[in-house]
Structure formats: structure tokens, C-alpha cells
């Protein structure tokens, strides 16, 4: 009887720990994380502008971002130069521009003549509706490519 009543100590202070610290009676629950795949989109184009060359590979979409990676090399200028020197990528969905972001300034890493260098931009989605990638040249007189993605 003296055990019975020691077991039972033990389990009432172990009960009002337990609710001390938060934990009730039917109070745990499995939580569900959901976590979307990215989905990976190729393209595999090589665009040539002037002196430039760009390669777009793939983009890679999760939920409503857009990673958009692609390398590019110049024989424009034996000076290091940054690609915003040369052309500029405009991405836009149902007509409309979308905002980038260059979490690393890859934008604006300087790269020798004959040299790849990678740039990575984010893109926020409006929708799943394709996505237009150009590329366009500062030049006096622009040249500009082209690329439809559908990314569904």
C-alpha cells in the first residue's frame, strides 16, 4: 500500500510539472509542415546580343518566386565590366514588369573579356501564367532577345 501511494505522489507532481510548463491532457499535436517542391523549368537557350553572350539553363519556381540563374560573358571591352555595362534582363508576366531581386549583386560583379560569370535574380510571381525573359542592349541601338517560359 505504502508503493501505491508513492506512485501516486510521484505521478501528481509529475502532472502539475507538466501543466506548469504548458503541456495539458490532449494539448500535443502533430504539427504538418507543408513545404512546396521547386519545380525546376529548362529552357536551354544561348542568346547573342552584340559582343555578349547569355545562357539561360533553367528557372526554378516555388510557390510564387521565380529563381532565374544564367551566366553571360563579353568580348566587348578588355576592361573588367559589370553586365548592366552591356544589356539588362526585363522579366514580365501578362505584360506587366516584374521587380527583381539580387540578393548577392550579382548584377553587379565585374568580369573579365572571355570570362562566364553567373548573375541569379529572384522574381515574385503574379500567377502561373507564362513569363517573358529579355534581354536587351544599352546601345545607342538596342538590340533585344527574347525567351517564353511556361513555368506551369
Keep these: 500500500m505504502n508503493n501505491y501511494i508513492t506512485k501516486l505522489i510521484t505521478l ?3 502532472f502539475f510539472i507538466l501543466g506548469a510548463c504548458g503541456i495539458e491532457k490532449g494539448a500535443v499535436t502533430e504539427k504538418k509542415e507543408v513545404v512546396e517542391e521547386e519545380k525546376k523549368v529548362e529552357i536551354n537557350k544561348e542568346l547573342k ?4 553572350m547569355v ?3 533553367n528557372v526554378y519556381v516555388e510557390g510564387s518566386n521565380m ?3 544564367f551566366w553571360w560573358s563579353h568580348w566587348d571591352s578588355n576592361d573588367k565590366i559589370h553586365l548592366g555595362v552591356l544589356v539588362y534582363p526585363i522579366v514580365s508576366q501578362n505584360g506587366e514588369e516584374l521587380e527583381y531581386e539580387d540578393n548577392g549583386d550579382t548584377l553587379l560583379r565585374q568580369t573579365e573579356k572571355g570570362v562566364d560569370s553567373r548573375v541569379e535574380l529572384e522574381y515574385t510571381l503574379q500567377d502561373d501564367s507564362p513569363v517573358e525573359i529579355r534581354f536587351k542592349t544599352t546601345a ?13
Excluded: A, Y
Design 12 to 14: 501528481t507532481i509529475l
Design 140 to 152: 545607342d541601338d538596342p538590340i533585344e532577345e527574347s525567351v517564353s517560359v511556361d513555368i506551369k
Design 55 to 57: 545562357e539561360l539553363d
Design 49 to 52: 546580343l552584340n559582343n555578349i
Design 67 to 69: 529563381r532565374l540563374p
